[in-house]
């Protein structure tokens, strides 16, 4: 199932938030405005202005300390007059537990680079979904939004997405060559 098939209503209650975003890689995280990495909120924007071809797309969660109290309106103005936050905002889900949004089950089958994988961990959790709504890569609250690896996680979709490799037939052994010879030296 592809993650833009999934039901959940954008932060001002439109519903089919993610289904607008098919056909480009996202950014998907789980976000909250009392929290010690919230400032991630910044990194988060700089990416979302900075990288044409991906939508980062913040989830508001509070089950993480109740870190994440208010109302749509409240999360909206905090996160626009703070950071400058541009980029499209969900319905405020849970993420864990008998109540998480199906949203997060997709997204928890995947493991991070610690083998993490599962119920999220804090707020501020990193999912890079693909332009068909595969989970491809997690990351960790601890990786901050313009952290080396996920800056080339993003960079390597992005390019993928807007320059997918045609597939050409190979007619004969020589061809079959020449599309290697081209497909290895596309790749350094």
């Known amino acids: ?13 439109q ?3 993610l289904a607008r975003h098919r056909g480009k890689p996202a950014l998907i995280v789980n976000v909250a405005s009392r929290c010690g990495l919230t400032p991630q909120y910044a990194g988060l924007e700089r990416i979302a202005a900075g990288t044409p071809g991906l939508t980062v797309i913040g989830v ?8 994440e109290p208010g109302t749509a309106e ?12 541009t980029f499209p905002m969900t319905e405020k ?15 928890t089958r995947v493991a991070d680079a610690e083998g993490h994988v599962g119920d999220i961990r804090w707020n501020f959790e990193k999912f890079l979904v693909d332009a068909d ?15 080396p690896e996920l ?26 060559a020449l599309l290697q010879a081209y497909t290895s030296s596309s790749e350094t």
């Open 151 to 176: 800056v080339a996680a993003i960079d390597n979709l992005v390019s993928a997405a807007t320059c997918p490799r045609r597939s050409v037939p190979a007619q004969d052994g020589r061809h079959r």
């Open 1 to 13: 199932m592809s993650v833009f098939d999934i039901e959940i209503s954008s932060l001002a209650g």
């Open 133 to 147: 709504g595969a989970v491809v890569a997690r990351f960790s609250p601890r990786v901050e939004p313009e952290a």
């Open 60 to 67: 508001p969660c509070n089950q993480f300390g109740g870190q």
């Open 74 to 85: 409240e999360i909206a103005e905090f996160c626009s007059a703070t950071y400058g936050v």
């Open 15 to 17: 519903p089919g938030e």
């Open 93 to 107: 889900v849970e993420v864990n537990g008998d109540g998480r949004h199906p949203l997060y089950d997709q997204l």
